[in-house]
Nanobody, 122 residues
Framework: QVQVVESGGGLVQAGGSLRLSCTAS????????MGWFRQAPGKEREGLSC????DGSTYSTGRFTMFRDNAKNTLYLQMDNLKPEDTAMYYC???????????????????WGQGTQVTVSS
C-alpha cells in the first residue's frame, strides 16, 4: 500500500522561509515521478513543481525549489520569501506512470498525501 506523508508546514511571517518534506512508502521512491501542489480555500489545486522521472523533464512556477534525496526517500520543497497569498494546504503527489514530457496537473497523479498547512502572516 502506497502512503504519502507531507510535513514541515506552519505559520510564518511574510518574507520567511519553510521547507516542506514528503516521504513515500510502499514503492521504489526513486522510480516515480512526483510533484508538489497547493490548494487555497475556494481555489483549484495548482501544480507548483513536478518532475518526470522517466525523462528528467521538470516544471516549476519558479518561486519555489523542489529537490529529492533518494537515499532518504524524501522529496522537499524549499519556499523562500513567502507571501500571504502563499497561504494554502500543500500536497505531495506521486504518479504511477508518466510519458511524453512533464505533467503537473492534478489528474496526472495517483497517490496523494493528506497535506500540510502553510499560513503566511502579513
Amino acid at each position: 500500500q502506497v502512503q504519502v506523508v507531507e510535513s514541515g508546514g506552519g505559520l510564518v511571517q511574510a518574507g520567511g522561509s519553510l521547507r516542506l518534506s514528503c516521504t513515500a512508502s510502499g514503492l521504489a521512491f526513486d522510480n516515480y515521478s512526483m510533484g508538489w501542489f497547493r490548494q487555497a480555500p475556494g481555489k483549484e489545486r495548482e501544480g507548483l513543481s513536478c518532475i518526470n522521472k522517466n525523462d528528467g523533464s521538470t516544471y516549476s512556477t519558479g518561486r519555489f525549489t523542489m529537490f529529492r534525496d533518494n537515499a532518504k526517500n524524501t522529496l522537499y520543497l524549499q519556499m523562500d520569501n513567502l507571501k500571504p497569498e502563499d497561504t494554502a494546504m500543500y500536497y505531495c503527489a506521486v504518479a504511477r506512470s508518466m510519458y511524453g514530457g512533464i505533467r503537473c496537473g492534478r489528474n496526472d497523479y495517483n497517490y496523494w498525501g493528506q497535506g500540510t498547512q502553510v499560513t503566511v502572516s502579513s
